[in-house]
């Protein structure tokens, strides 16, 4: 077996023509960890925005910042060590899941990560579809929990889902109906018909959101910050919450430090959202709590 691995690598912030390819040595796993041969990792929008230096004020305490650096936290593959006290995953295993931020990230082609994070492979799932979704489905979960969402509460309320029919938004219509929510969902006019074929009961065109007047007992925003203000507007008095996964948090830090950057008010919201980090596996999700709603909008398809 070699002793050396391939990664792709930033080596300088904003560098042109971008990553290159490096040689490596491996490192054995620890305790609870394994390493997996790298089949498929996807690419997120939050890589390349890291590959200037986004966010690289919080990521550095993670130790997720140090050059030369690897992106990527998606990866699809096979186990091929396993650490000491792994006790689901050995050897040959096809698995797949989402790395927490590092310095040594899965565009990789070989990655150690804690054994919890990976998962065995759905038979007959290709590597390449697998890749693309731990990431964004996790980055879901937990904008739905911070929003106060869950399985106990979801039957018969009504949640608007700004961004219905980018990848994050699809993923959240998708859960939240088949967990028995009203599902609204915005975007633009010509990528609508996705989210009905998903689930959505209602369809909104992006350019009506500061006309609505339905309330909702939560809101998802998974689209543009110019909008939170609209957003939270549409929340009924009693609702549950609202999370977005667009805030500019990680940009507030770079340019203003960690404590001025986390409580920097942006001047087109109505609102100074309240925020926490969400788990170590996908920052970038914050909320604002408020507590149920009953439908006000689906009479209105029933008509």
């Known amino acids: ?19 290159v390819l490096r040689e490596f040595r491996r490192s054995a796993p620890g305790a609870g960890e394994i390493e997996v041969a790298v089949e498929a990792a996807s690419v997120n929008p939050i ?27 998606d990866f699809a593959g096979r186990v091929i060590r396993v650490g000491k006290d792994v006790g689901h995953l050995r050897e040959g295993d096809a698995v797949f899941g989402a790395a927490p931020p590092s310095s040594r990230g899965t565009h990789a082609s070989c990655v150690v990560v804690p054994a919890s994070h990976a998962v065995l492979r759905p038979a007959g799932m290709p590597s390449a579809e697998l890749a693309a979704v731990p990431y964004n489905f996790l980055t879901v979960m937990k904008a739905l929990q911070a929003a106060g969402l869950g399985e106990a509460n979801l039957a018969g309320i009504d949640v608007l889902v700004h961004g ?25 006019r010509d990528r609508l018909p996705r989210c009905r074929r998903a689930g959505a009961d209602l369809l909104i065109d ?28 549409l929340l009924d008095p009693q609702a549950l919450g609202h999370a977005t996964t667009v805030h500019p948090l990680l940009g507030n830090f770079d340019r203003l430090g960690l404590l001025m950057g986390g409580w920097r008010r942006s001047s087109r919201s109505a609102a100074c959202v309240p925020w926490r980090r969400a788990a170590h596996v996908m920052p970038g999700v914050y909320s604002a709590r408020t507590a149920l709603c009953s439908r006000n909008w689906l009479p209105q398809l029933e008509r």
């Open 1 to 19: 077996m070699s002793t050396s691995y391939l990664a792709a690598v930033i080596e300088k912030f904003d560098a042109v023509p971008g990553p």
């Open 47 to 73: 890589d390349v925005r890291r590959s200037s230096g986004y966010g690289k004020s919080l990521f550095s305490l993670m130790g997720a910042a140090k050059l030369p650096l690897t992106l990527g936290n």
């Open 164 to 188: 219905g029919t980018g990848g994050l938004g699809m993923i959240a219509v998708q859960l939240l109906k088949r967990r028995g929510a009203h599902v609204a969902a915005t975007g633009s």
């Open 206 to 233: 992006r350019d009506e959101l500061r006309t609505l007047s339905y309330r909702f007992a939560a809101t998802l925003n998974f689209a543009n910050w110019d909008d939170e203000g609209a957003l939270l507007r």
